[in-house]
Structure formats: C-alpha cells, structure tokens
C-alpha cells in the first residue's frame, strides 16, 4: 500500500502489486482530495494516492496491479487528470505514462535517493509556472475558399478540371491537390508565427507542435508565469476574437509542464 510519509511499513505488499509513479513534488505538498488513480474504476482505486519521501522531494503514488496491461486510453487520461490537478495548485514534475516500479521503497531507492539533487533544481526551476496549450482547428469551407481565392494558379487548375472527366484531368487533379496542400502548410505556419507574436511575451518558453487531424491549424504550447495567468488568457481571447470563423482556437490548461522539463545532468562521476 502507498506510504503517505517517509516510513517505509513493515507490511510486505503482495507480489502482483507495484507502486505507480504520476510525479515528483517538494516535500510537504498535499495531494487535493478525490482524485481516481490509474487505471480509474480499478479496485486498485480504493487505496488512493499517497505520497513517498526522502528529503525535500516527494513522489506522488498509487498502488497497482502488475498483473494489468496499461496502454488504454482512459488510463493516459486519468495519469494526466491527476498531474493537472496537482499542478494548479503546486508545482509538480511528471513522470512518463504507465511508470511503475516494485514498491515504494523501491520509489525512494531507485528514483528518488539517486536523482534528489536534480528534481529539486527542476522543481525550483518551474516553482512560479504552469503550461497551457492552445489548439485550433480550422473551418475547412472558410480556409479552403480563402485559399482560392488568393491563388491565381490554383484557380487556374481548378477551370481546366472543372467538367473534365477523372482519368483525362487525373495529372491536373493531383496538382491541385498538392498546390492546395502547399498552401495550407504556409497558412499553418504564419498562424504559427502569428499566435507566437501574439502571446509569446507573456510565456518564458513555448514549444511549436505538429498539428493532429486534416483541419488542424495550430497547436502551441506555453510556459506561463502564474501571476501573469489571466493577462495571457486575455491575449488568447483576443485572438480568438480576430480568428473568429476563420480558426476555432482551444485553450488547455493550467497542466503540469509536460513540454518544458529542465534537462537533467548526470552527476559527475568523482563527484558522485
């Protein structure tokens, strides 16, 4: 069973039982009420989250089956709910989905003990900020109609097409495809551009992403200062004002910094 202090207990925990790691906080941090452990709805959920210690740190756990796969979506999900609650209230580091180790002295021996000196730089480093991430999809009618209208040469093919059967337009069809797409790979990049003009003064860091889906506009993320939260969430609304139509734009967050993780340096050898 998770230990909530840095006491190890002297219960032995069962074989198939393994310790599930979310994340590593500051010591003396509380874990907020109601949160379902990974894998939700299991009857490993009865036992909660609890917390390992040693020194300034803490890893926030749960006990789990060994003997279940993890991998399906919900569980990612719940893995993320956990780490986002905490992070709106203090800063945590998250671990990589579906870390699991033996026990929770193995916790303390194996990931802690050995690490300390670097997920307290890290946590110290991500004290005052939280990410957010701002998604957008685009109205593909709007764009795609903009797109035209904007490009004489796609025009241009779309006439010779226009009433010609497949297979004798078939090279002409794929041009246009491929202009088209051309286009919408420009447009994605000065929107790109565009949302880093309009909110990267109030992030330390941001982090370009690959966009998911055929609509897909945007897709930034942001590390903010906490007390420059509402300000940035401002700047968002007001660009999604101006994209009104044009771009549906999704703010995500506060989470834990999934996207801005200080790197680590290994120790030096002689000096352990």
């Known amino acids: 069973m998770s230990a909530e202090t840095t006491e190890s ?5 069962p074989e198939n039982i393994g310790s599930y790691v979310y994340g590593i906080l500051r010591s003396g941090q509380r874990i907020p009420e109601g949160l379902e452990p990974v894998p939700p709805g299991s009857e490993d959920a009865e036992h909660g989250l609890g917390l390992v210690s040693a020194g300034p740190i803490a890893a926030v756990v749960s006990d789990i089956s060994t003997d279940r ?14 780490l986002n609650a905490i992070a709106a209230e203090t800063p945590i580091l998250p671990m990589r989905f579906g870390a699991v180790v033996s026990d929770d002295d193995a916790v303390r021996e194996e990931l802690l003990d050995p690490h300390q000196d670097y997920f307290a730089r890290a946590l110290d480093e ?4 939280v990410e957010f991430s701002l998604r957008g999809d685009y109205e593909q009618d709007v764009v795609l109609g903009r797109i035209v209208e904007e490009n004489p040469a796609i025009q241009d093919l779309r006439e010779r097409i226009r009433g010609v059967d497949e297979d004798a337009s078939y090279y002409d069809r794929i041009k246009l495809g491929e202009a088209i797409s ?5 447009l994605r990049e000065n929107d790109a551009n565009a949302v880093l003009d309009a909110l990267e003064r109030y992030a330390r860091a941001t ?10 506009a945007v897709h930034v993320a942001f590390l903010v200062r906490r007390d420059h939260r509402t300000d940035f969430e401002r700047a968002v609304d007001d660009l999604g004002d101006a994209w009104s139509g044009r771009v549906d734009l999704r703010l995500l967050g506060p989470t834990a910094c999934f996207d801005f993780l200080p790197e ?3 120790p030096d050898e002689e000096g352990g």
């Open 9 to 13: 207990t002297e219960e032995t925990q």
């Open 264 to 266: 680590y340096e290994a």
């Open 69 to 82: 796969p993890l991998g399906k979506r919900e569980d990612l999900l719940a893995h993320e709910r956990v």
């Open 126 to 129: 991500i004290a005052d900020y």
């Open 207 to 216: 982090v370009v992403k690959e966009v998911g889906g055929e609509n897909g």
């Open 182 to 186: 051309q286009a919408v790979d420009t």
